[in-house]
């Protein structure tokens, strides 16, 4: 069904144009006098599923908001499938467009329905026709099995529905990487399971994830390799399997032993 | 969670729901005119002491308002007489008469009469093109935005200042004066005032230092300085600088004082607006990929014009009566043709500057209130979105 779907609105799923999606090197970045991120090396190959963890403050969040300049660094590189980020405003949108982002508070425009919510990159940026853009976010709608919300405005639903029309919204632009800033974060127990099972459906087919989370359930099920953050730096970064079960540094240990009773 | 019952020390402890509730009305009290009564008029004893001090306040000021603008008024005449008590030896109210005769003066000024026409084709044109924008299902609003703002300033200008070549003799800004002269300005400021506002309110939020440093300049200046002095600066000091023959004409230079002055004030409504946006909306917005106007049109501005309608509307009324000030460079707005035409010997009567200023009331207030119901209407249309 799907497929044929994808047929009808001619949906590839995109290509990156390097092997490797996103190589953040030697970064760095302060707010004022405070030093956040600390010599972040990290390359995140096409189609991997990166969790990044770590206790709040550490840093993770304002690392994936540099990898779409919602941040701005002082030092390194960031370099997203082959762009690097610097101060021009048309690299920033280059890479912002291939760039999806799914925030702990959803971020939906409310004065929008969700149909509109979904369609409006696509048109302003993307310059797709309004009818094709409306099918695509249905299509879209349909995948996070939202379908009959469209008309609604994001006000009018519950927060896990809220952040399945953000991840539609994301994916509707055709992104080649999918950044999640804690996307179950704000979202009542009930509804974080709904927006989970959204993100495994993603990456079963193929989407380069970074996921800043809390779920270590998801993380073992998902994830290519977990990154490990405190205070600004990468303190340890495995696969699931080595990460849960022979945690290195004291520090791993500490924060597993905290999350993991 | 492993406390066992015993612990506790209570009999009933376990509890399963058997039948769903059902929804039951709202009581009595809460509902219909009675329910109505109750909650808004009567709910604390604070309230029913306002509401009856309320009720005695109209029930002063309403029968003397009756008393004196119809029971008492009188109706037709041909001059001071029929208005004054030592002739008629009657209680007197508002002296109509002086109104009818004066009114097509209040209106047009000292417009040429046999041109006067151009003045009510003007009136027609404005109202088409503010049914046009407003009513929300008129058709072709599209068309409607073009005739606004494009067609209706470029004819009106034509029409009212006159053009030889169609026929159209000139008529001097100086002969233009009553409602035709406030609502030319009114409807300049209020038109010019959001779009530059808006510039100016995110000038002045803008990471660039000279765009900000300009928008703030103008900002404080302009909010710093009273309009009086706007409008002194136009009419009369401008000139000293300018040449005479390329000095603009006295309206439209207290116009464009006036433009300036409510773009002022504008601009910090509208950013009022712009930081009561969360972080977030932004943040989504950029990351969508939109541009910075893009995102502004789209996402920002639509929701800070939203949360800021009130006091946007209330900057209109205010500049709708700020109008007035222009007297003060020479030009005769409606107030200032009521002023001249209440001195007038014909109808020196004790009631004729009252009745004059009774109309200058009526005036105002039917503007001033359509422009609040509007804006009232809009945020009740725009709620919807905020509805759960």
């Known amino acids: 069904m799907s497929s044929t779907a994808n047929n009808a609105l001619h949906l590839k799923p995109s290509q990156l144009k ?59 590189k960031i370099i997203v499938d082959g762009v690097e980020l610097t101060n021009d405003l048309k690299k920033i949108d280059e890479v912002r467009r291939e ?95 709904e927006v989970l099972d959204t993100m495994v459906g993603l990456a079963e087919d193929g989407m380069t994830m970074l996921v800043v989370t809390h779920e270590m359930g998801f993380a073992r099920q998902v994830a290519n390799r977990i990154v490990f953050m405190d205070s600004g730096q990468i303190i340890e970064a495995n696969v699931p399997e080595e990460f849960f079960n022979h945690p290195q540094h004291e520090r791993t240990k500490l924060f597993l032993s905290q999350i993991l009773r | 969670m492993t406390q066992s019952e015993g612990d506790l020390a209570v009999t009933e402890i376990r509890f399963v729901r058997g039948a769903t509730l059902a929804s039951r009305p709202a009581p009595m009290t809460m ?46 005449g041909s001059d001071r007489d029929a208005c004054r008590e030592v002739v008629q030896h009657r209680e007197i109210g508002a002296c109509w008469p002086f109104v009818w005769e004066r009114w097509s003066y209040f209106v047009y000024g000292s417009y040429p009469i046999p041109q006067r026409w151009r003045v009510d084709v ?11 924008m407003l009513w929300l299902e008129a058709p072709r609003r599209d068309l409607g935005s073009v005739y606004f703002f494009v067609v209706l300033p470029i004819s009106s200008f034509i029409l009212l200042t006159g ?55 103008f900002i404080e ?25 390329y000095s603009p004409d006295k309206l439209v230079r207290a116009l464009i004082g006036i433009a300036l002055f409510a773009s002022a004030y504008m601009a910090e409504v509208v950013r009022a607006g712009l930081q009561a946006i969360p972080k977030g909306q932004f943040e989504g917005a950029m990351a969508v990929g939109l541009g910075y106007w893009q995102m502004m049109r789209l996402i920002i501005l639509p929701q800070a014009l939203k949360v800021t309608i009130p006091n946007i509307v209330n900057t209109y009324i205010g500049l709708f009566k700020d109008t007035t000030l222009v007297f003060i460079v020479g030009i005769f707005d409606f107030l200032r043709t009521v002023e001249v035409a209440r001195i007038d010997p014909k109808w020196a009567t004790p009631v004729t500057s009252t009745t004059g200023y009774a109309v200058a009331a009526i005036f105002y207030l039917i503007f001033c209130y359509a422009m609040s119901r509007y804006a009232r209407a809009t945020e009740a249309r725009l709620a919807k979105a905020d509805k759960r």
């Not at chain 1, 030697?26 to 599923?49: A, S, T």
């Not at chain 1, 409006?120 to 409306?134: F, G, H, I, S, Y």
């Not at chain 2, 200046?221 to 023959?245: D, H, Q």
Request: glycine share 8%; aromatic share 8%.
């Open chain 1, 18 to 76: 390097t092997p490797v999606a996103v190589e953040l090197v030697g970064l760095n970045k302060w707010y004022g006098e405070f030093h956040v991120l600390r010599d972040i090396d990290l390359k995140v190959m096409g189609g991997e599923r990166i969790v990044i963890c770590g206790p709040s403050g550490s840093g993770k969040s304002t690392m994936i908001r540099c990898i779409n300049r919602l941040e701005e660094h002082q030092q390194g």
């Open chain 2, 163 to 217: 053009w030889s070549a169609v026929g159209l003799p000139p008529v001097d800004t100086v002969l233009w004066g009553g409602m035709l002269v406030t609502i030319v300005v009114a409807a300049v400021g209020i038109v010019c005032s959001l779009p530059l506002g808006i510039m100016l309110a995110l000038g002045r939020r803008s990471r660039m230092p000279a765009v900000r440093l300009f928008s703030v300049l």
């Open chain 1, 99 to 193: 760039v999806g982002m799914v925030f702990q508070h959803f971020n939906l425009f409310p004065h929008l329905t969700v149909l509109e919510n979904c369609t409006l990159a696509p048109v302003w940026v993307r310059k797709t026709p309004k009818k094709e853009a409306e099918d695509i976010a249905m299509h879209y709608l349909t995948r996070v099995k939202i379908p009959e919300q469209a008309g609604k405005y994001p006000g009018q639903l519950s927060g896990g529905q809220q952040q399945r029309v953000a991840i539609a919204r994301a994916l509707c632009m055709n992104p080649k990487i999918m950044l999640f800033d804690e996307p179950t974060s704000a979202l009542d127990p009930e509804m974080v399971k």
């Open chain 2, 31 to 76: 509902t219909g005119a009675l329910g109505w009564l109750r909650i808004n008029l009567l709910s604390s004893p604070f309230n029913i002491a306002l509401t009856i001090l309320i009720a005695l306040l109209l029930a002063w000021a309403i029968p003397e308002l009756v008393k004196f603008l119809l029971i008492d008024a009188v109706w037709t």
């Open chain 2, 221 to 245: 200046f302009v909010r710093g300085v009273p309009l009086v002095t706007v409008l002194f600066m136009a009419s009369v000091m401008l000139p000293l600088f300018v040449p005479e023959a």
């Open chain 2, 122 to 132: 003007f009136f027609i044109m404005l109202a088409i093109g503010v049914v046009w």
